[in-house]
């Protein structure tokens, strides 16, 4: 009695569980076809992922029952996804290595090219490939950025970003500005005014001149110097950028077009455009000047030579470099060998280095 009692409740529950499930199915196929009605004549479209969970879950039901539940996809496009799928698991052909290994190096070499050059389509990507000796196709090329979503839109206007725009033109920029040095001298606490001129591109500095009072005469000398045809800091630029220094007349600016250099003055709104001079000056700064007292203007002049002239165009890393000197060394530096120190006023500077063998 017990046991038909236990049967009984075991027939109740697994009927209540069997109709239960019923009435989801049937909810979700409802909801099928009212999702394939606001759809109309729009096709679905899914990726190799979606593609492989529908069809993974359709291949248990069978081709009869599908038929009666599968209102967005008909059995036989479910089958389908699921013949390709196997197909595609015996196929073979990740066990092909050198054919899988060109296409990551080809796969590669497109993602790299997009992002060096923003404004290439994948025609002019194909032709690089091309050259480089892959035998692909331009539809290749166009699938992989289309993964990848690196497609243009065609009515998209191209734009080059400011990164682009100023790295463009390093070669034919240089900078200009003043820093102060403050030092003891016969007749008290005198402030001298450093001038010095940077190129943007290779990060070289030039001290063009030492002043504790410089003047418009002073300042032309200083562009005659630097537009020198033969030894001139500015020989091959086109443009020096400075700020609104009453220094920067324009008689110093007429005598620099005058040899082909054009001055851009910063606008007022923004004074931080001269970011290169200003970080060389924080530089000097940091590093030297501000650990020292300076005793007359031969003492200043012999400092600032040291750190810009000797170590900081020859000796120091800039990570604005790939942390590589300004001036770099003919050949590989040795990577064996005792490692010696360069030291400058008195160690205050220091530079590693290995003796060559």
């Known amino acids: 009695m017990f046991k038909q009692t236990w049967l009984f409740l075991l027939v109740t529950l697994a009927g209540f569980i069997n109709r239960q499930q019923q009435d989801v199915i049937a909810y979700l196929m409802e909801e099928n076809r009212v999702?394939?009605?606001k759809l109309g004549c729009k096709r679905l479209l899914l990726n190799v992922e979606q593609k492989r969970r529908l069809a993974t879950a359709a291949i248990k039901i069978g081709r009869n029952t599908l038929k009666q539940c599968a209102f967005l996809f008909s059995p036989e496009t479910l089958l389908k996804w699921h013949r390709t799928l196997v197909a595609r698991k015996y196929n073979g052909a990740g066990k092909r290595g050198p054919e899988a290994k060109k296409a990551n190096e080809v796969r590669k070499l497109v993602l790299r090219f997009k992002q060096e050059n923003p404004d290439w389509g994948y025609g002019h990507i194909h032709g690089e490939l091309k050259k480089l000796g892959y035998k692909i196709s331009w539809q290749t090329v166009r699938r992989i950025m289309r993964e990848h979503g690196l497609l243009d839109e065609p009515d998209k206007p191209k734009r080059m970003s400011w990164t682009t725009?100023?790295?463009?033109?390093?070669?034919?920029?240089?900078?200009?500005?003043?820093?102060?040095v403050e030092a003891w001298t016969p007749t008290g606490l005198t402030r001298f005014?450093?001038?010095?001129?940077?190129?943007?591109q290779s990060r070289r500095v030039q001290i063009t001149g030492i002043h504790s009072c410089p003047d418009e005469d002073w300042m032309l000398q200083q562009a005659r110097n630097l537009t020198d045809p033969e030894h001139g800091f500015l020989k091959g630029k086109r443009f020096l950028i400075h700020d609104r220094d009453p220094l920067f007349t324009p008689q110093f600016r007429k005598t620099l077009k005058a040899a082909g250099v054009r001055t851009l003055k910063m606008p007022k709104q923004s004074p931080n455009l001269n970011a290169f001079s200003e970080r060389f000056v924080q530089s000097i700064k940091v590093e030297c000047l501000d650990k020292m007292i300076l005793f007359g203007e031969k003492h200043v002049r012999y400092v600032v030579d040291q750190y810009a002239e000797q170590y900081y165009n020859h000796e120091r890393?800039?990570?604005g470099l790939g942390n590589r000197t300004i001036t770099p060394t003919v050949c590989?530096?040795?990577?064996?060998?005792?490692?010696?120190c360069r030291e400058r006023l008195g160690g205050l500077l220091k530079s590693y280095y290995r003796k060559a063998a």
Do not use: W
């Open 332 to 340: 590989d530096p040795p990577t064996t060998g005792s490692v010696l």
């Open 193 to 200: 005014l450093v001038y010095f001129v940077i190129n943007v």
């Open 35 to 37: 999702l394939r009605e």
């Open 317 to 319: 890393p800039h990570q």
């Open 165 to 180: 725009f100023i790295k463009s033109h390093f070669e034919s920029m240089a900078a200009c500005d003043f820093f102060t």
